[in-house]
């Protein structure tokens, strides 16, 4: 029997492996498109059929990620429109949460845009009052491409906002998650009380019980974090 001492959110890409991934032990789907450049906003019939596939097996959830293309996380105008849309559009048809996020450039690298994320979370409580369930919020790896020394303030700030989860891989796209142990351990610390790190990218079904435990966290994500096999065997 599958573990389950870690909710374990399983990154699908489209339709692709969710029945597998929930079969083997997942219990939250980021639904996604386009992995191959870090996710954007899957099609509105993916959305659909996703969200059903998901409520179908009892205990599971689906946020949905809120990204309008690839490349950096620093919007223009009609971008934010098409994410308030997205968001609306997700939350109308059954969507549990959704995963966001955005920055503005600030000399050689990326701030938190406070404006623009105030912005797309305020779309996202409103819709979840007017249809009477709160849709969580997600921010997602746009996360990492702050200063670190910048992080521990953000979670202050994405917090206060009504952020309940921050994906991190605690350092650059493509570092080993070892290597970044320390400082995903630290921000596990600050965010405690105030919102859940979520541990990803290089977090496998081989290792998830480990770096759980390693960091004090009871969640985790990735596009490994079950073993499919057991899930297409079920």
């Known amino acids: 029997m599958e573990d389950r001492s870690v909710l374990r959110e399983f990154c699908a890409e489209n339709l692709t492996d969710i029945e597998a991934a929930l079969n083997a032990g997942a219990r ?36 949905v990620i809120i990204r309008p293309r690839g490349g950096d996380f620093a919007y223009n105008k009609s971008e934010f429109k098409a994410m308030e849309t997205d968001i609306r559009y997700a939350a109308a048809n059954g969507v549990d949460g959704v995963v966001l996020g955005c920055l503005k450039r600030a000399g050689d690298g990326f701030e938190l845009d406070i404006e623009g994320a105030q912005r797309l979370i305020s779309v996202a409580r409103s819709v979840g009052e007017m249809r009477g369930r709160e849709l969580g919020i997600t921010f997602h790896m746009a996360f990492d491409e702050l200063d670190p020394k910048a992080q521990l303030k953000a979670i202050d700030t994405l917090a206060d906002m009504g952020v309940d989860h921050i994906l991190t891989h605690g350092g650059r796209s493509g570092t080993p998650i070892e290597e970044n142990l320390s400082h995903l351990a630290d921000l596990v610390q600050h965010a405690k009380g105030k919102l859940v790190i979520l541990p990803g990218g290089g977090v496998t079904y081989e290792n998830v019980k480990r770096i759980a435990k390693e960091l004090g966290v009871k969640e985790a994500h990735g596009t490994k974090i079950v073993d499919l096999n057991l899930g297409l065997k079920s």
């Open 28 to 63: 939250r789907i980021e639904l996604c498109d386009n992995l191959s450049c870090g996710g954007t906003t899957p099609s509105a019939g993916v959305i659909e059929q996703a969200i059903a596939l998901v409520h179908a097996c009892e205990g599971a959830s689906v946020r």
